[in-house]
């Protein structure tokens, strides 16, 4: 199939089906550790987002440039600018159709983006947390020539496992880390709803290369 805007089409649709129902929870873990607000925050940014009516030739890079802008404006909190800026740049490196060595780079270059936004380490119990080891995954898949469908199941294993370590974690950067030691023992929710967004990667581009 041609991999336009379509496809980007599909990856937020399938994380809005992921975030929909789980919106109050993330909501919950914001509560414990911030203002209670990211599911809320994030699920307003992914309606915006799949509402855009994307020309059918419209190239995919194109597409997530578009939706990285439409979440800076509609997500808001710490959270909005740093989602945006991870589609912007996924936006400005992507290749059509995405290879595991591409999608590998792409992603770092998002990545990049969000920690010189909002300067993160792993470790600080953030979105990070997530994202890191979703990227590494794709990059250790890239060097072994895996198939992008092992890839991307890797790297939402790798995603999830980064989001459940951050209850470990003492918050060091946003709201949460406004709690100090007492931020440990929650899970962050940037960091579980990021996962949320890489299993939804996962599950349209795996069902494309079938
Ligand atoms: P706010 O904290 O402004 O209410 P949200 O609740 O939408 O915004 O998002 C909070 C999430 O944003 C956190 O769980 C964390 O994952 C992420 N976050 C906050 N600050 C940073 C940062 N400096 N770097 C990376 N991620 C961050
Ligand atoms: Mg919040």
Redesign the pocket.
């Known amino acids: 199939m041609q991999f336009g805007s379509q496809a980007v089409q599909a990856w937020l649709l399938a994380a809005l089906s992921a975030v929909e129902p789980r919106a109050g929870e993330l909501d919950e873990l ?1 509560r414990a550790v ?2 209670g ?2 599911g809320s ?2 699920l307003r940014g992914l309606r915006a987002a799949t509402d855009i009516e994307f020309d059918d030739s419209l190239p995919a890079a194109e597409a997530l440039k578009q939706v990285g802008m439409a979440l800076v404006s509609t ?6 600018p ?1 989602f945006g800026t991870f589609f912007l740049r996924l936006g400005q490196s992507w290749q059509s159709p995405p290879s595991v060595i591409s999608l590998a780079q792409s992603m770092r270059i998002g990545l990049d983006g ?1 920690v010189a936004r ?3 380490e792993v470790g600080d119990a ?3 947390d997530a994202l890191e080891p979703a990227v590494t995954a794709l990059e250790q898949s890239a060097a072994h020539g895996a198939p992008l469908t092992d890839a991307l199941a890797l790297a939402t294993q790798a995603a999830e496992v980064g989001a459940e370590a951050t209850r470990d974690m003492v918050a060091k ?4 880390s406004y709690l100090g030691e007492a931020s440990r023992g929650h899970l ?4 579980v709803s990021s996962a949320m967004l890489v299993r939804a990667l996962e599950e349209t581009l795996s069902g494309d290369a079938e």
């Not at 997500?75 to 909005?80: I, L, P, T, Y």
């Not at 950067?173 to 949460?176: E, L, S, V, W």
């Not at 962050?188 to 960091?191: I, L, Y």
């Open positions: 914001d911030g203002d607000d990211h925050n994030l997500v808001g909190g710490a959270s909005g740093l969000v909002g300067r993160a953030t979105m990070v950067r946003g709201r949460a962050d929710p940037g960091a």
